[in-house]
């Protein structure tokens, strides 16, 4: 079980998109989609944007979006807000009823 | 108000063990998995342990399979970790989080406690 790879920053101004990568093996990302998405603010839980792989809760805005191409999973934020500023966390399913976090992105809107 | 509220942390040595409960309320506690989750101070989250409503699914992070054992009582809407052999390097702040969806398994988190702290240490 290794932690998925995330990039360690991104950045973007208001208004544009950034989108974070998340990559895992065959063993999860690329055989489940089960993919979740968090914002995340230290001190503070965890706030999930994304679950199930392409599931958006209700209260989350629809500027976040995602994709998964092989082993990878991408989150794109459209439409870059200051309050978009944090940290993201991925997580995904890795079988054997095992789940694996990313190691966490932070997203700087200059 | 739907919540989970962790308990049962502290201060213990190595090799000793120690035994971490999670009360929720607020949801139908018996139609959802539960996970542990567990975090480094400064560094990442780290996945622990989940249980399915059903006890059908039960998963452990390689670093504590064999040490540590989740349970559940839907009866009482408590979720447990018995953690044993305790090492250094388990010392976190430990959550317990709810999946997110009914009777489903590893589609995400979407409710997490407080955390309740075990340090590890002579």
């Known amino acids: 079980q290794s932690a998925l790879t995330q990039p360690a920053s991104v950045s973007g101004s208001p208004g544009q998109s950034v989108t974070i990568s998340c990559t895992g093996t065959s063993s999860d990302i690329g055989t489940y989609n089960l993919v979740s998405w968090y914002q995340y603010h230290p001190g503070n839980a965890p706030k999930v944007l994304i679950y199930g792989g392409t599931k958006r809760p209700s209260g989350v805005s629809d500027r976040f979006t995602t994709s998964k191409s092989g082993n990878t999973a991408y989150l794109t934020i459209s439409g870059l807000q200051s309050e978009d500023e944090g940290d993201y966390l991925c997580c995904s399913y890795g079988g054997r009823s095992t789940m694996i976090f990313g190691g966490g992105t932070k997203l700087t809107v200059l | 108000e739907v919540q989970v509220v962790e308990s049962g942390g502290g201060l213990v040595q190595p090799g000793r063990s120690l035994r971490l409960s999670c009360i929720g309320s607020?949801?139908?506690?018996?139609?959802?998995?539960m996970h542990w989750v567990r975090q480094v101070p400064g560094k990442g989250l780290e996945w622990v342990a989940g249980l399915g409503w059903d006890g059908r699914h039960i998963g452990y992070a390689d670093s504590v399979e064999g040490r540590f054992t989740v349970s559940r009582d839907n009866g009482k809407n408590s979720l447990s970790l018995q953690m044993n052999s305790l090492r250094a390097e388990d010392t976190a702040l430990y959550y317990c989080a709810k999946d997110t969806t009914v009777g489903r398994y590893g589609e995400g988190f979407d409710m997490w406690g407080q955390g309740t702290m075990v340090t590890v240490s002579s």
């Open positions: 607020g949801f139908a506690f018996d139609d959802y998995a």
